[in-house]
């Protein structure tokens, strides 16, 4: 009997044992599934991620390109518009704050007072460079130059009428009782029409005609009339280039070569900074004969203070014809004083 149930423990135990070798297997593979499902799920979140962001990036793409196809939509018709004259005023001309609005400025110039400054008004005292100064190639001048307007932009085309008046003087300050060497006198009539493009203002055209003379009678007398054609092209707020062609009507034996020396017409070149405090301009006047026979004038000026139009101001001339008078004789002089200049830019 003893030895019965010492062979029935003995049975259990190996039964048991070999249960248990059964259920470790199990637990291994229960363990291994559980990882498998794991490491899935992570995979397919990730590719769920990743299917989101190329989602997300190609509604972005497509937002952009809808965005992009739009706005050519509308620029097109625009683009369509735009002529050829269009596109070279747009390449020449560049943006202004000051000119940006045509209307306004012209509305501005209407309400000024009619009657104002015309060309610079300065004095300034000098001699002749590259030689020894002495009280006869030494000298001041001055200038007085006023306009008056006699309508506003209410004529055909917008155009106004107005009177000009200049006067220009050489004194021999350095020699005895201060004589003046030459009076220049220039009074004028005429009419000026502003240029406007895409509400753009682009300059000013004029048509004048000039009287001008020294005053004087016999050997000393100079006189001739011009009608002249007039533009100024302002590119932006800082650069403009003016343009003047005359057909000279010449009076007297005595005035008979004048063209040869004071000119068919001039380019001028004018720049001024921020604010106006630094203005320069270069002039050159073409003279009958050779290409390059030219007079040319260059003046700097600073100004003095911000809330005037006073400024500093140095000149040089090289050339003929600076006075009626001596309109053959060839200068080279350089001259220092103050000028009153324009609130727009200089006018030649």
Known sequence: MKKL?????AYIIICSSGLAQQAKPTENREKKDSTTIYQDSIRILSKTLLLEAQASKLYKDSLISLQ???TKLKIMPHQANITPVKKIIGSMFGESMKLGNADSLINEFDSRPSFGIFRDNYIVVGTEMFKKATKYNSDAKFQVSIRQRLTNSVLPFKTHLYLTYTQKAFWDIFQDSFPF???NFNPGIGIGKPLIANNRFLGMVTLEVEHESNGKDGDASRSWNKITFGSMLTFNDKWALQAKAWIPLVDGENNK????YSGLGLVALNYMSSKSKYNANIVVT???GAFFDSNIL???SIRLFSDDNQYLFAEYYNGFGESMLDYKQYRQRIRF????RPNFFSVF
């Open 257 to 260: 070569h004048l063209t040869s």
């Open 298 to 300: 260059v003046n700097f």
């Open 181 to 183: 060497r030459d009076l």
């Open 337 to 340: 004083g103050i000028v009153i």
């Open 68 to 70: 992009d196809s739009i």
């Open 5 to 9: 149930g010492l062979i029935f423990i």
């Open 286 to 288: 073409k003279r009958a």
